[in-house]
T-cell receptor, first 115, second 109 residues
Framework: GAVVSQHPSWVICKSGTSVKIECRSL??????MFWYRQFPKQSLMLMAT?????????EQGVEKDKFLINHASLTLSTLTVTSAHPEDSSFYIC???????????FGSGTQLSVL | DAKTTQPPSMDCAEGRAANLPCNHS???????VYWYRQIHSQGPQYIIH???NNETNEMASLIITEDRKSSTLILPHATLRDTAVYYC??????????FGTGTKLQVIP
């Protein structure tokens, strides 16, 4: 089946540093990728929609300068949390839509802890 | 602005069928109904999807009402490993994909 690889699976960083999370579709081309954030015992909250070759569309309340998204190719999107602070600690999940089947597949998530 | 509503929690005895309902009364003609499940600290796992016909695969069956305003995911013989949060979402075209609160299914031995 289709696989979305998300890396790293967990990261601990100091406050003020930046963290990059990668999301790759391994065996399909993804025209659209979505980035979500999830707090404990809550549902996934959409942060932004990323289309290959164009600027990401951010949801209301999500700072685009804080959460930089780059979708440079049909198989790779990255989320960079800039100048991370403890309140940015969360579980981040990406998903990719298969260009042919239009199915949506999810990465395994990244647990970010900012000290 | 989730497009689906689900009961917050359900219990099911091990070995019995688990029937998880979902309402999507505002679904559009080109939108599919997708089901995913999430086990703690993992990404959502694809289960099944459909447009208007009932669907079955090795994991589950999906029953969609004729008016498409609701659907039911059926796990025919629930096991303890099926304990998870189940999300029903609608996806169409290139619209953004948002999640509702899902149903926490607890399979009881």
């Amino acid at each position: 089946g289709a696989v979305v690889s998300q890396h790293p699976s967990w990261v601990i960083c100091k406050s003020g540093t930046s963290v990059k999370i990668e999301c790759r579709s391994l065996d399909f081309q993804a025209t659209t990728m979505f980035w979500y954030r999830q707090f404990p015992k809550q549902s996934l909250m959409l942060m932004a929609t990323s289309n290959e070759g164009s600027k990401a569309t951010y949801e209301q309340g999500v700072e685009k300068d804080k959460f930089l998204i780059n979708h440079a190719s049909l198989t790779l999107s990255t989320l960079t949390v800039t100048s991370a602070h403890p309140e940015d600690s969360s579980f981040y999940i990406c998903s990719a839509r298969d260009r042919e089947s239009e199915k949506l597949f999810f990465g395994s998530g990244t647990q970010l802890s900012v000290l | 602005d989730a497009k689906t509503t689900q009961p917050p929690s359900m219990d099911c005895a091990e070995g019995r069928a688990a029937n998880l309902p979902c309402n999507h009364s505002t679904i559009s003609g080109n939108e599919y109904v997708y089901w995913y499940r999430q086990i703690h600290s993992q990404g959502p796992q694809y289960i099944i999807h459909g447009l208007k016909n009932n669907e079955t695969n090795e994991m589950a069956s999906l029953i969609i009402t004729e008016d498409r305003k609701s659907s039911t995911l059926i796990l025919p013989h629930a096991t303890l490993r099926d304990t998870a949060v189940y999300y029903c979402i609608v996806i169409g075209g290139y619209q953004k994909v948002t999640f509702g609160t899902g149903t926490k299914l607890q399979v009881i031995p």
